[in-house]
């Protein structure tokens, strides 16, 4: 089993940043891709970042440039580092921890609150 537990959220002004993490406790190998989600009010989830054990990154479009995610595999903790936030940032964020090859080992954090306002 494993669990995820992000920290990190808050309200910041447009153009801040923040940082956020996620600490996953239980067996994460390399057979798992880590993935910042957000959902924002009468939105769909959407996937923001991930990254690959190899280190192999992917964004979403309208983050890239300002977003980065990384990787301590000595704490087994993720994070995403948000520089220049946006109005249109703000959303629920949700940590993700997905099997590449068992897809039914897909697990979530309990998500943490970003908003961004002036």
């Known amino acids: 089993q494993v669990q995820l537990v992000e920290s990190g959220g808050g309200l910041v002004q447009p153009g801040g940043s923040l940082r956020l993490s996620c600490a996953a406790s239980g067996t994460i190998d390399s057979m798992y891709i880590m993935g910042w989600y957000r959902q924002a009010p009468g939105k769909q989830r959407e996937l923001v970042a991930n990254?690959?054990?190899?280190?192999?990154?992917n964004y979403v479009d309208s983050v890239k440039g300002r977003f980065t995610i990384s990787i301590d595999n000595t704490k087994d903790t993720v994070y995403l580092q948000m520089n220049s936030l946006k109005p249109e940032d703000t959303a629920a964020y949700y940590c993700?921890?997905?099997?590449?090859?068992?897809?039914?080992?897909?697990?979530w954090g309990q998500g943490t609150q970003v908003a961004v306002s002036s």
């Open positions: 990254i690959r054990s190899n280190g192999l990154t």
């Open positions: 993700n921890a997905r099997h590449i090859v068992h897809i039914n080992f897909n697990y």
